[in-house]
């Protein structure tokens, strides 16, 4: 017996993103296995460089760094690549998504 199928083929885009600040930035996008809509920011507060990514309302991931100078588009580049549609949004907009994810945490 033979059964054809279609083998699927990754296409390769480039893209680009206008990024005013690599320190201070906020951006949505879509997770390519579930669908649902994954938040990342970078930011300095008064002490650190912070860096977290809120992957479909069930996964915080984060990162600080003492030393607000690090190189941070590195980590821009890696969320660009692995999420679909992303675009700017508002530091409230992604504050908003931070709060509704660390309820959760309340015991």
Do not use: A, H
Not at 3 to 12: A, L
Not at 49 to 74: A, D
């Amino acid at each position: 017996m033979i059964i054809n199928y279609v083998k699927n083929k990754y296409v390769k885009e480039e893209k680009s993103i206008e990024v005013e600040n690599p320190k201070n930035i906020f951006l949505k996008g879509t997770n390519p296995y579930d669908g649902l809509s994954t938040y990342f920011g970078i930011w300095t507060n008064k002490k650190y460089l912070m860096i977290v990514t809120l992957i479909s309302g069930r996964c915080i991931s984060y990162e600080y760094s003492l030393n607000k100078q690090i190189y941070t588009e590195g980590e821009i580049r890696k969320y660009l690549e692995d999420n679909k549609n992303v675009k700017v949004i508002s530091k409230n907009e992604f504050e908003e998504k931070l709060k509704n994810v660390l309820s959760l945490f309340k015991i």
